[in-house]
Every structure is written in structure tokens, then in C-alpha cells.
């Protein structure tokens, strides 16, 4: 079965810093365009971030100028680079291929926290 781990989260300061990595398995990773998700408390999930066509992006106006995204196919991983945190960035972090696949199921994903 596919899977899908993230880590990297944590508790972190407004105007911080985090890296959240995300490992996939049973897939063939450089065959799918890869994003990243959150889910805030109370709100439904929501995609952030992906790659498109090749190596493009595209963000959520919510997160541009401050996350990049990049993976490593031959690690099969993928990145988020997250700068100038805010305290609205608090949330479960997923990633998971775009467009989602049924039989791809969601990893437990890695908490972030954005407060002082």
C-alpha cells in the first residue's frame, strides 16, 4: 500500500522557521506531480501547494513568498520550506500526490504551531 510520512513539524515562534519533509513508498515517486496539504482546526483541508507541469509550483496566495516546495525523486521526498510563520499557518501538514488518488490513503501528517 502506498504510503505516505511526514515529519519536521513542531512549535515555532511568529516569523519563524520550519522544513517539513515527506516520505512516500510503494510508488513510483518522479510519476506523480506532489503537493502539500493542511488542515486547520476546525476547517476543512486544504491544498497549499503542488508541482504542476515538470518542475513548475503553485501556491496558495495564502502561502506564496513564504513557502517553496521541492522534492527529491531519488529519495522519493518531498520538501516544505516554511519562513515568516504566522499564527493562521497553524495546522496538520500533509502531503499527498495532486490530483488526489482514492486508493492513496492520507499519512497522520505533522503538526504545526505558529505561537508566541
Known amino acids: 500500500q502506498v504510503q505516505f510520512v511526514e515529519s519536521g513539524g513542531g512549535l515555532v515562534q511568529p516569523g519563524g522557521s520550519l522544513r517539513l519533509s515527506c516520505a512516500a513508498s510503494?510508488?513510483?515517486?518522479?510519476?506523480?506531480?506532489m503537493g502539500w496539504y493542511r488542515q486547520a482546526p476546525g476547517k476543512q483541508r486544504e491544498l497549499i501547494c503542488r508541482f504542476t507541469s515538470g518542475s513548475s509550483t503553485n501556491y496558495a496566495d495564502s502561502v506564496k513568498g513564504r513557502f517553496t516546495i521541492s522534492r527529491d525523486n531519488a529519495k522519493n521526498t518531498v520538501y516544505l520550506q516554511m519562513n515568516s510563520l504566522k499564527p493562521e499557518d497553524t495546522a496538520i501538514y500533509y502531503c499527498n500526490t495532486y490530483p488526489l488518488y482514492s486508493a492513496y490513503p492520507w499519512g497522520q501528517g505533522t503538526q504545526v504551531t505558529v505561537s508566541s
Open positions: 510503494r510508488i513510483i515517486f518522479s510519476d506523480y506531480s
